[in-house]
């Protein structure tokens, strides 16, 4: 009998000692920045998800028609960070785009070297051709890399800016 009684008080310190565990771990982890909200784009059978090259927690980073030079220099900054994730384009694939709920709600556009491939969109979803991606308006050629840059945007500032880049697979 003394035995099991110990083997219970031994048992409840053991447990007392975890669920401490379990709540300093917890206390530290909510201590914690939150991650950004992520864009993913897929193109084939292959993936990518990226964070945020700039976001403040959705706050409102800049005004997209600033005349001061710091506002529009803070944005090209934002749209022109390196971005972390690569992902290849063969011919003929669809490149997809997906935001997560709260990114829609505030409406985004997709941006390929500065330029609009998208309309602003409250959907979490957005399918453009794989050739088109790699058109470049400006120089009427294609590109054998290109970065999507997807911006989150409420009522003219933007919010966040996700940077992914692509290359162009050959034929």
Not at 17 to 22: K, L
């Given at each position: 009998m003394t035995a099991f009684s110990s083997s219970l008080r031994?048992?409840?310190?053991?447990?007392?000692?975890?669920?401490?565990?379990?709540?300093?771990?917890?206390?530290?982890?909510?201590?914690?920045?939150?991650?950004?909200p992520r864009a993913?784009?897929?193109?084939?059978?292959?993936?990518v998800t990226a964070e945020?090259?700039?976001?403040?927690?959705?706050?409102?980073?800049?005004?997209?028609?600033?005349?001061?030079?710091?506002e529009q220099a803070k944005f090209e900054k934002c749209l022109t960070s390196k971005p972390d994730q690569t992902l290849t384009?063969?011919?003929?694939?669809?490149?997809?785009?997906g935001v997560e709920p709260d990114m829609a709600e505030q409406g985004w556009i997709a941006m390929s070297n500065g330029m609009p491939m998208t309309s602003l969109s409250k959907q979490t979803y957005a399918s453009v051709d794989g050739d088109q991606v790699f058109y470049n308006q400006q120089t009427r050629q294609m590109s054998d890399s290109t970065t999507i840059s997807i911006m989150t945007s409420k009522g003219g500032k933007y919010t966040g800016i996700w940077n992914i880049k692509?290359?162009?697979a050959e034929s």
């Open positions: 031994g048992k409840g310190r053991r447990a007392a000692a975890a669920a401490g565990a379990v709540s300093l771990g917890l206390l530290v982890l909510s201590a914690c920045d939150q991650p950004t993913t784009v897929t193109a084939g059978q292959d993936t945020a090259s700039c976001y403040e927690d959705g706050k409102t980073l800049g005004d997209l028609t600033a005349k001061e030079k710091a384009v063969h011919p003929g694939d669809k490149v997809r785009l692509l290359n162009r």
